[in-house]
C-alpha cells in the first residue's frame, strides 16, 4: 500500500464524507488524534481493530507524521 487511495476512501454515505480507512467506517482523523496525543500506533490499532497496521503506517507514511 503506497497511494492514499487505497487507504484512504471518502464517501457521503459513510459518515457524511469524512475520509475513512478503505472497509472501516474508522476515520483518519482518529489515527491523527491518537499520534498527536502521544498514544502509540499500538494504542490505535488496540482500539481499531477493523484497521490494519499496513492501512495505519501507510497514512503515516503518507502524510509525514513519522512513528
Do not use: K
Not at 487511495?5 to 459513510?14: A, L, W
Not at 502509540?40 to 509525514?64: G, H, K, N
Amino acid at each position: 500500500m503506497n497511494n492514499g487511495e487505497q487507504v484512504i476512501h471518502t464517501d457521503p454515505e459513510i459518515l457524511g464524507g469524512t475520509p475513512v480507512f478503505v472497509g472501516t467506517r474508522v476515520p483518519m482523523q482518529a489515527l491523527i488524534d491518537y499520534l498527536e496525543g502521544g498514544h502509540p500506533l499500538a494504542d490505535f490499532l488496540d482500539d481499531f481493530p477493523t484497521v490494519s497496521r499496513e492501512q495505519a503506517i501507510a497514512v503515516i507514511e503518507l502524510y509525514s507524521f513519522g512513528l
